[in-house]
């Protein structure tokens, strides 16, 4: 299989309403009737045109709709009285600029994946929506990377981070074929790339095959390829703004500068700034009020001190601008592919609201009058 067939279809649809809620279930389902309730949704999912996820396990559901807003709101009226569940509460609703598991009619996944690992934790509860909310994202993450994995037939990514490894930080550009194609032409896997790529080298680097200046010049060999290759070609529509601060004293950018132009590419402004010092912020901040702020701590993950810092910088400007939505990111937060969906769902979902009780024949009109308007 060519990389570039191994890309999810594109698709021109545009105006996708998004959806995801997170309820208590009044009971455990068993997996018979999980099954029931995974065939039963998707098949009048296909019919209407919706697709998804639904998570499910200690306790609770979490479900992610897209699809025509009329559906996706008529779909939550039904879904919101179903007496399986109790407690919905809406954690945003909105549109979105592609759909995130357009092949899943709705895929119903259990608390762990195949191999074991984690997907759904218990949800934070009560008041604490933003906690909720960044555990709910995670969750939804780790569902697009099955999904990813299912619809590509394996990790492709991997095996070509394990092929261009040794070269990038060995061999010099010369031993380095030029990039696939999919890499020039795709900002969502040249993220996937760059953080499977990362995590070889910070493990070469742990079991001592690389030193740290192996490690430095491939990053910077990684970013002249991908310089050369030029800036991405994906569609763009307007999703809004975001500040992107890497801390000073950084030992290294490549995953932020990659972030950069993948946010880029989904249609997000950005304003990127290297070596940010908290003494000569202020005006970025004025100028950009309102804004996300995201804080990169580092991809590698070699230099402790780089998580560090990008905390101490998130923690001065929780504490200088308080109400200001500041996200510090790096390798525990998740792939680097994923984060313009993250960023979307974190900043729409600052305010869950109670499904029970909604009207959502109303919101349908509402979202059908005023595409591209944000709901929180
Ligand atoms: C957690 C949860 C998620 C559900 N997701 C869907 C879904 O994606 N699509 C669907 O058609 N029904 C879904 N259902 C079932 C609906 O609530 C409802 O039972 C079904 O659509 C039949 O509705 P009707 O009896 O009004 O025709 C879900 C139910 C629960 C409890």
């Keep these: ?39 039963a949704s998707a098949g009048q999912n296909r019919e209407r045109g919706v697709s998804g996820v639904l998570l499910h396990g200690h306790g609770l559901f979490l479900q992610w709709l897209e699809g025509p807003a009329a559906e996706v709101c008529d779909l939550m009226a039904r879904i919101e009285r179903d007496p399986r569940h109790e407690e919905v509460a809406v954690l945003c609703a909105g549109w979105i600029g592609q759909r995130r598991f357009s092949d899943w009619s709705m895929r119903v996944i259990g608390p762990t994946g195949s191999d074991g690992a984690a997907i759904l934790v218990p ?15 995670r969750a939804f993450d780790a569902a697009a990377r099955l999904y990813l994995a299912d619809g590509l037939g394996g990790p492709i990514w991997e095996d070509l981070a394990a092929d261009l490894v040794q070269p990038l930080a060995k061999g010099g550009e010369a031993a380095l074929a030029p990039l696939p194609e999919v890499l020039l032409t795709s900002p969502r896997a040249r993220a996937a790339f760059t953080d499977a790529l990362c995590r070889m080298l910070a493990q070469g680097w742990t079991e001592d095959r690389f030193t740290g200046l192996d490690v430095a010049l491939a990053s910077v060999r990684l970013n002249r390829l991908l310089l050369r290759a030029g800036r991405s070609c994906e569609p763009i529509q307007s999703r809004g703004a ?4 890497v801390p000073e004293n950084a030992t290294e950018i490549i995953g932020a500068m990659v972030k950069a132009d993948l946010l880029r590419a989904s249609g997000y402004s ?5 070596a940010a010092q908290t003494r000569t912020l202020a005006p970025v901040l004025d100028a950009t009020e309102g804004c996300p702020v995201m804080v ?16 101490a910088l998130g923690a001065w400007l929780a504490g200088e601008r308080p109400g200001r939505t ?13 984060w313009p969906d993250r960023l979307e769902f974190l900043t729409q979902a600052r ?11 109303a919101v349908a009109a509402l979202a059908a009058a005023r595409p591209g308007a944000r709901m929180h």
């Design 1 to 39: 299989m060519l990389l570039s067939e191994a890309l999810p279809a594109r698709t021109d649809e545009t105006n996708v309403f998004r959806l995801a809620y997170v309820s208590r279930a009044r009971r455990a389902l068993t997996r018979p009737e999980a099954e029931a309730l995974a065939v």
């Design 123 to 137: 949800l934070a509860g009560g008041d604490r929506g933003r906690t909720r909310a960044a555990q709910a994202a």
């Design 242 to 245: 975001v500040v992107l601060l």
């Design 270 to 274: 950005v304003k990127f700034l290297p």
């Design 296 to 311: 990169y701590g580092g991809r590698l993950g070699i230099d402790a001190g780089d998580a560090r810092r990008a905390r």
């Design 326 to 338: 500041v996200l510090t990111c790096g390798r525990a937060t998740g792939a680097l592919s994923e």
């Design 351 to 361: 305010a869950p609201f109670a499904g029970r009780g909604v009207d959502w024949s």
